[in-house]
């Protein structure tokens, strides 16, 4: 199978080098990715930009796939879904939920035209309280900006037939019912995830970055979707 992985904001193709190998292991071909503008000067791309380059490499590959997007990834990921439903096995979200038509990943501070990584401190300690120190101060020089269109930018999705397309959730620290009972509040959200015909929650039992704090564990589970 081939498995396109779709990092989040700020994250490029070399984030799921810890994750890569035991897929690859596994014999799956798979294609991390690098979405435009990342790292770069202002620019015009914009969320669109980013689901095109999702289904780009979707068409070159020309069989089914699955798509793995982390974080505001899973925004891009689904939105490819949405482009090419016929050609998506499954999708994986990792700590993330499908998002709603029209609306966007979230507000950040922009300067100069990008997005830069706010730093660790940022978030909240529940996203980042499994970075020990050591992972903390590796990877927060790694993080890169994205434009500052990217996060804001709401999704467009327009294809009934993405809720046909099987759905596995790694979630860091929900199962289920406590997914369910988040998205209570969240109407747009609960409705897109409750038409979604095969859908099933994992919790993962890490932060927002299991990628980092736990590689193995998160390339166990996405193998375990990719075979269902």
């Known amino acids: 199978m081939d498995i396109i992985l779709v990092p989040g904001l700020w994250l490029d193709a070399p ?14 071909r798979v294609h991390p990715l690098t979405l435009p503008g990342v790292g770069a000067p202002a620019s015009d ?16 590959i020309d069989r089914p796939v699955v798509l793995v997007g982390h974080s505001g990834g ?17 999708v994986v979200f990792v700590d ?15 300067v100069d035209g990008v997005v830069p990584f ?14 020990d120190a050591g992972t903390r101060a590796r990877t927060a020089p790694l993080a890169k900006s994205v434009p500052a269109r990217v ?10 037939r993405r809720f046909s397309v099987p759905v596995t959730m ?6 289920r019912a406590a997914l369910e009972s988040q998205l209570a509040g969240w109407e747009p959200f609960r409705a897109e995830f409750q038409a979604i015909e095969d859908v099933e929650v994992i919790k993962l039992g890490s932060g927002h970055w299991p990628q980092f704090s736990m590689p193995d564990r ?5 193998l375990a979707a990719v075979e269902r």
């Not at 891009?76 to 499954?90: E, I, L, M, S």
């Not at 993330?96 to 950040?108: D, R, Y």
């Not at 998160?218 to 996405?222: D, G, K, T, V």
Request: avoid cysteine.
């Open 74 to 90: 899973g925004n891009v990921a689904w939105g490819a879904v949405d482009a090419r439903p016929d050609h998506v096995a499954r």
């Open 45 to 60: 791309i914009g969320i669109s930009e980013w689901v095109a380059a999702v289904v780009e490499r979707i068409d070159a």
């Open 218 to 222: 998160l390339a166990e589970q996405i």
């Open 170 to 175: 790694l979630m860091g620290g929900a199962d």
């Open 15 to 28: 984030s799921w080098e810890a994750v890569t190998p035991s897929l690859e292991a596994a014999g799956h």
């Open 118 to 131: 706010p730093g660790w401190e940022f978030f909240d300690e529940t996203d980042v309280r499994d970075l």
């Open 96 to 110: 993330t939920v499908p998002p709603a038509s029209g609306f966007g990943i979230g507000e950040f501070e922009a």
């Open 151 to 160: 996060p804001t930018d709401p999704i467009t999705l327009s294809d009934p």
